[in-house]
């Protein structure tokens, strides 16, 4: 049974630019993902390009899209008879929810995430884990005399799917887990102007299966401009 960490965009939907129906989004993320996984293990440190984009309907209601796509890395490890040659991880997620008062938000929504390791070890191969899931959540705004801070948990219901490329392909058979997780994030908004927010986060993720254990840690600078 595998537990994970959801990515959710909460600290810019607990607040929006003023007066704005719309919010887009931009930045960067830096992260550290350290991974233990039956045929060994590897640590990695990458970037992601952060893209999101908001909107803002009555009675407190709101939807989100957000996507992290990572760049393309190199393990700093080394395996036992062979190297890691790539690494790669996107993450998107689909987030509807509400404000209901005193700094309060409920949501929930989907999260979509894919990573590839490439591995030469005698022979030159990837393996690809793909997870999709449901989760619902809460957050909190904390609200400072210059912005805010927002803190958000989540819990999730995963499905994961592993397959192999490259020289390995059709001679391991993919195969799938299913799993729970939990996740939080903590941020501070600093309103520029009555339009743009900076945006500061921190974002820790966790998941374990029968075959492997990943921990991701991310922090991230987001530009938020409300239209």
Same mark, same amino acid.
């Given at each position: 049974?595998?537990?994970?960490?959801?990515?959710?965009?909460?600290?810019?939907?607990?607040?929006?630019?003023?007066?704005?129906?719309?919010?887009?989004?931009?930045?960067?993320?830096?992260?550290?993902?350290?991974?233990?996984?039956?045929?060994?293990?590897?640590?990695?440190?990458?970037?992601?390009?952060?893209?999101?984009?908001?909107?803002?309907?009555?009675?407190?209601?709101?939807?989100? =899209?957000?996507?992290?796509?990572?760049?393309?890395?190199?393990?700093?490890?080394?395996?036992?008879?062979?190297?890691?040659?790539?690494?790669?991880?996107?993450?998107?997620?689909?987030?509807?929810?509400?404000?209901?008062?005193?700094?309060?938000?409920?949501?929930?929504?989907?999260?979509?995430?894919?990573?590839?390791?490439?591995?030469?070890?005698? =022979?030159?191969?990837?393996?690809?884990?793909?997870?999709?899931? =449901?989760?619902?959540?809460?957050?909190?705004?904390?609200?400072?005399?210059?912005?805010?801070?927002?803190?958000?948990?989540?819990?999730?219901?995963?499905?994961?799917?592993?397959?192999?490329?490259?020289? =390995?392909?059709?001679?391991?058979?993919?195969?799938?887990?299913?799993?729970?997780?939990?996740?939080?994030?903590?941020?501070?908004?600093?309103?520029?102007?009555?339009?743009?927010?900076?945006?500061?986060?921190?974002?820790?993720?966790?998941?374990?299966?029968?075959?492997?254990?990943?921990?991701?840690?991310?922090?991230?600078?987001?530009?938020?401009?409300?239209?």
């Amino acid at each position: 049974m595998k537990s994970i960490m959801v990515l959710v965009p909460l600290a810019v939907a607990c607040v929006s630019p003023a007066s704005a129906d719309f919010a887009g989004r931009i930045g960067f993320s830096n992260g550290s993902m350290d991974s233990v996984w039956s045929g060994g293990g590897f640590s990695i440190d990458y970037s992601t390009t952060n893209y999101g984009l908001s909107y803002f309907l009555d009675d407190g209601y709101f939807v989100d =899209l957000n996507i992290r796509q990572g760049d393309d890395e190199v393990p700093d490890q080394t395996l036992n008879n062979g190297t890691f040659d790539g690494f790669s991880r996107d993450d998107t997620t689909y987030t509807i929810g509400r404000a209901i008062g005193n700094g309060m938000s409920v949501f929930g929504g989907m999260i979509s995430s894919e990573y590839t390791v490439d591995v030469t070890q005698t =022979l030159v191969f990837s393996e690809t884990i793909e997870m999709e899931g =449901l989760y619902v959540g809460v957050g909190k705004q904390f609200q400072m005399e210059k912005g805010s801070i927002n803190v958000s948990v989540a819990f999730a219901d995963l499905d994961l799917d592993l397959s192999y490329g490259g020289a =390995l392909e059709g001679v391991i058979q993919p195969y799938s887990e299913s799993g729970s997780g939990f996740s939080y994030t903590i941020s501070y908004n600093y309103p520029v102007n009555n339009g743009v927010i900076i945006n500061a986060e921190y974002k820790s993720q966790s998941y374990g299966f029968d075959s492997a254990d990943d921990e991701i840690d991310q922090f991230g600078i987001n530009l938020v401009y409300g239209f």
